[in-house]
């Protein structure tokens, strides 16, 4: 028999790790979570802000989640995509019922929905008679994952070094740059891709009248539209979709994060017309979308999808908004900003207090905060963390930026 599974407590550092380096981590670990709050193996609490970026979407442990994963996990994990899947049908006909979207793709992650995304965009063209129509343009400060063509759609030299020549096929420009773009668009432009809040660029909000003016371009030139959800889908900003807010509908969406609540699982949703190129044998994962995914996925939506949980979000993201208003009012010019919208919230912050600084110095306020691009903290609470726990959050937020100068009310 199998011995009884202990879990060591991991080391702080991973100096002397087996792990390879390529992540810059905090000294610290955790065991357990529970709602909106992580615990160390010795007992210290830590609230949770960052919700592992996005990802823990209903917080840690939540009880619908956890009876999804342990039913499914008894029943079956595994069956190959060469059989039906009725959870796959199930969340696919969700998602494209709440959605611009009428069919889906699953996968395992976000950099895997983005590329699905793109070769979406491609095949629709190829199939419609146009194969030279493959080029995607994107835009600067993007992120779309660390595959090799998320990283040329994304363009950022930092990612993109010592990786050799980028993949072909993007056409990478400013973000507010209306000429680029129309210089951008040729013959050869299958597609044009966008975040709606550029995420870890520094939660920059792309104006409606911009998502707008896309949806316009894409229709008189015949391409596609791709919005990159991954960051805000599934109910970020308190509203299903983020594009929403905006009016404006994609042809082709790529989401993950918050939709496996935790569980690795990712999907790219398009129209019908988009999808028409992706017939069999175009596209394919060995795990994307197995049993115990699907029913994570369909108990997240179970509750994301609870009338009025979407407008809490909106009312939870309020209340925070105040809290940081106030904190940015107070902090003697070291917040420049407040940014985002719902409960996907960044602070720019002074060039002279580092974004990755004040991450860490939160952790001495047992918080945790999210570093972004353009010197930006990021502030991503469990959509159903409790009003308490935001005002504990900003207090430990203005209790932060004391150690930094800021007054601290
Ligand atoms: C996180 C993220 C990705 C990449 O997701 P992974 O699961 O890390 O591959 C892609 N696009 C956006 C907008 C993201 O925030």
């Not at 407590?9 to 790790?17: D, E, H, I, L, R």
């Not at 959605?99 to 895997?112: H, L, P, Q």
């Not at 870890?200 to 909000?205: D, N, T």
């Not at 999808?305 to 979000?313: A, H, K, Q, R, S």
Request: one cysteine or more; glycine letters at 12%.
């Amino acid at each position: 028999m199998a011995e009884p599974l202990t879990i060591e407590p991991v080391p702080a550092t991973n100096s002397n790790s087996a792990v390879m380096a390529t992540y810059a981590r905090q000294a610290i670990s955790f065991v357990r979570g529970e709602g909106s709050w992580l615990f160390t193996a010795d007992g210290e609490r830590y609230l949770d802000f960052g919700s592992g970026v996005a990802v823990n979407s209903l917080g840690h442990a939540h009880p619908h989640l956890v009876a999804a994963l342990t039913g499914q996990a008894s029943q079956l994990w595994h069956t190959s995509n060469i059989y039906r899947s009725p959870g796959q049908e199930r969340l696919a006909q969700r998602l494209c019922a709440a959605s611009f979207a009428d069919r889906v793709f699953f996968c395992n992650s976000g950099t895997e929905a983005c590329e699905g995304a793109i070769k979406t965009a491609r095949r629709y063209h190829y199939a419609n008679g146009n194969p030279e129509r493959w080029r995607i343009i994107t835009f600067e400060g993007a992120f779309h994952g660390r595959t090799l063509a998320a990283l040329a759609a994304a363009a950022n030299p930092k990612y993109l070094e010592g990786f050799g020549t980028p993949a072909d096929g993007f056409d990478n420009i400013p973000l507010n740059d209306p000429e680029a773009l129309a210089a951008a668009i040729g013959p050869q432009t299958a597609a044009i891709m966008i975040e709606p809040i550029i995420g870890e660029g520094g939660v920059r909000v792309v104006p409606a009248e911009m998502l707008q003016h896309l949806r316009q371009l894409c229709d008189e030139h015949g391409l596609l539209l791709i919005f990159d959800e991954v960051q805000t889908g599934v109910g970020r900003t308190g509203r299903l979709f983020a594009h929403e807010h905006a009016g404006v509908k994609p042809d082709i969406m790529a989401i993950a994060k918050g939709i496996g609540g935790g569980f690795p699982l990712g999907a790219f949703l398009a129209t019908e017309k988009a999808a028409s190129g992706m017939i069999a044998g175009t596209h394919g994962s060995t795990f994307g979308g197995n049993p115990l995914a699907m029913a994570v996925g369909n108990a997240v939506l179970d509750v994301v999808l609870t009338p009025g949980f979407l407008d809490e979000v909106t009312r939870k993201a309020a209340r925070l908004r105040q809290s940081l208003a106030e904190i940015k009012d107070n902090s003697s010019g070291l917040v420049l900003e407040v940014r985002g919208n719902g409960l996907l919230t960044g602070l720019k912050l002074d060039p002279g207090i580092p974004a990755g600084d004040f991450v860490t110095a939160a952790l001495a306020e047992h918080l945790l905060l999210i570093g972004a691009g353009d010197n930006v903290v990021r502030i991503l609470p469990p959509l159903n963390i409790d009003e308490a726990d935001i005002v504990e959050g900003a207090a430990r937020i203005s209790r932060t930026l004391a150690h930094f100068g800021g007054s601290s009310r």
